[in-house]
Nanobody, 115 residues
């Protein structure tokens, strides 16, 4: 079973940047779609961005133009570069990966943006 571990969250001021990482426990070539969701307190989990094994990416409207998703299969790692962060981006960010018909989730990393 693949395990995913996120890192890179933290506290940043509005306008700042963070890069989240999601490390897979084994060869990520076996993982098809990967992506990032986030969940703010009192809100539903929402998709931020996703990327296919070939590198095609889609973004939520709130992320487009500010966030960039990428994956390095040689390093078994998924990334989310987040720029121009705003307080509305404050949430727990989860990565996921689809292995066959199974979706594997990481434990989440907290992003807090202060105004």
């Amino acid at each position: 079973q693949v395990q995913l571990v996120e890192s890179g969250g933290g506290l940043v001021q509005a306008g700042g940047s963070l890069r989240l990482s999601c490390a897979a426990s084994r060869n990520s070539f076996s993982i098809n779609g990967m992506g990032w969701y986030r969940q703010a307190p009192g809100k539903q989990r929402e998709l931020v961005a996703q990327i296919t094994s070939s590198g095609s990416a889609i973004y939520a409207n709130s992320a487009r133009g500010r966030f960039t998703i990428s994956r390095d299969n040689a390093k078994n790692t998924l990334y989310l570069q987040m720029n121009s962060l705003q307080p509305a981006d404050t949430a727990l960010y989860y990565c996921y990966g689809r292995v066959g018909v199974t979706t594997v989730w990481g434990q989440g990393t907290q992003v807090t943006v202060s105004s």
